[in-house]
């Protein structure tokens, strides 16, 4: 069992940056991979970007490639998910997921095991 905890989250204007940090605690944390979700509300949470530990392989979708960066530092047990050039519609809750199964991307929120508690984003106009 694991527990993802994010940070990071607040308030910028439309075209600044944020980080989030997402870190797991728990054994065999690097028996799963990770992924970041947005719910806003009213909606579903969807898929935002996932990644490996092992070997760091990444997906995002495409609503924020070109402008979201996920990472990881293995020693930390740390996730992040830079997030540059925001949009008002990019306001929403944060989620980190992790998935069973170290060497596969997961995109689909049915196939997460454990979840954090989440952290607000809000970006103004």
């Known amino acids: 069992q694991v527990q993802p905890v994010e940070s990071g989250g607040g308030l910028v204007q439309a075209g600044g940056s944020l980080r989030l940090s997402c870190t797991v605690a728990?054994?065999?944390?690097?028996?799963?991979?990770m992924g970041w979700f947005r719910q806003a509300p009213g909606k579903e949470r969807d898929f935002v970007a996932a990644?490996?530990?092992?070997?760091?392989?990444?997906s995002y979708a495409d609503s924020v490639k070109g402008r979201f960066t996920i990472s990881r530092d293995n020693a930390k047990r740390t996730v992040y998910l830079q997030m540059d050039a925001l949009k008002p519609e990019d306001t929403a809750d944060y989620y980190c997921?992790?998935?069973?199964?170290?060497?596969?991307?997961?995109?689909?929120?049915?196939?997460?095991?454990?979840w954090g508690q989440g952290t607000q984003v809000t970006v103004s106009s």
């Open positions: 997921g992790a998935a069973y199964g170290e060497n596969n991307i997961y995109t689909q929120r049915i196939l997460y095991d454990y």
């Open positions: 728990g054994r065999s944390f690097d028996a799963y991979s």
């Open positions: 990644i490996t530990w092992t070997d760091g392989k990444t």
